[in-house]
């Protein structure tokens, strides 16, 4: 079965950044897109930007375009995403999700506080 | 960008009733729109895709419809286990989700 495994909660300091995992089985990642999304707690769900496994084609949401950096190991079937130039402001649970989102990680929680 | 205005913010329901959620797009999404049910911790699990297919494992007393810039989501005989929030989410042109609705027992 399909399985989506995020790697676990991050607590970094403001300025820092963060790699967060994404780690896949049950289905054929290199020929898969991967989303991922930024949530804060009691709020709605922002659409950061996709991954082709492919070719490692990117596409962003502009708001996060400086912010997220989409990347892909195929050979552990594993998504990754870098959050640089951390502030408060980031601290959010985020998922990875394969297209057309209908599995998901678990989520990652990330806090940023010096 | 697509913006999703979704109502109400949060409904109060009994068990047994009929509860409905309203998503209207800035410009016609062709009826690209999936609907996401969210319990706290959890991740959002999809219900609805293209606006009124189920995906499996979806309970029938779940349905969506709609057209253009016009979508709705409803709950007949609204259960204990679908308290949560929801969201609709287009995904026409990139991807937006609504503001979410809390579906809360009254």
């Known amino acids: 079965q399909v399985k989506l495994q995020q790697s676990g909660a991050e607590l970094v300091k403001p300025g820092a950044s963060v790699k967060l995992s994404c780690k896949t089985s049950g289905y054929t990642f290199s020929t898969s897109y991967m989303s991922w999304f930024k949530q804060i707690p009691g709020q709605s769900i922002e659409w950061i930007g996709m991954i082709y496994a492919g070719d490692g084609g990117t596409g962003y949401n502009q708001k996060f375009k400086g912010k997220a950096t989409l990347t892909v190991d195929t050979s552990s079937s594993t998504a990754y995403m870098d959050l640089s130039s951390l502030t408060t402001e980031d601290s959010a649970v985020y998922f990875c999700?394969?297209?057309?989102?209908?599995?998901w990680g678990q989520g990652t929680l990330v806090t940023v506080s010096s | 960008d697509i913006q999703m205005t979704q109502s109400p913010p949060s409904l109060s329901a009994s068990l047994g009733d009929k509860v409905t959620i309203t998503c209207q797009a800035s410009?016609?999404?062709?009826?690209?729109i999936a609907w996401y049910q969210q319990k706290p911790g959890k991740a959002p699990r999809l219900l609805i895709r293209?606006?009124?297919t189920l995906e499996s494992g979806t309970p029938s007393r779940f349905s969506g419809s709609g057209s253009g810039r016009d979508y709705s989501f409803s709950i007949s005989n609204v259960e204990s286990e679908d308290i949560a929030s929801y969201y609709c989410?287009?995904?026409?042109?990139?991807?937006?989700f609504g503001a979410g609705t809390k579906l809360e027992l009254k």
């Open positions: 989410l287009q995904y026409v042109n990139l991807y937006t």
């Open positions: 293209y606006t009124s």
């Open positions: 410009q016609n999404i062709n009826k690209y």
């Open positions: 999700a394969r297209h057309p989102f209908a599995y």
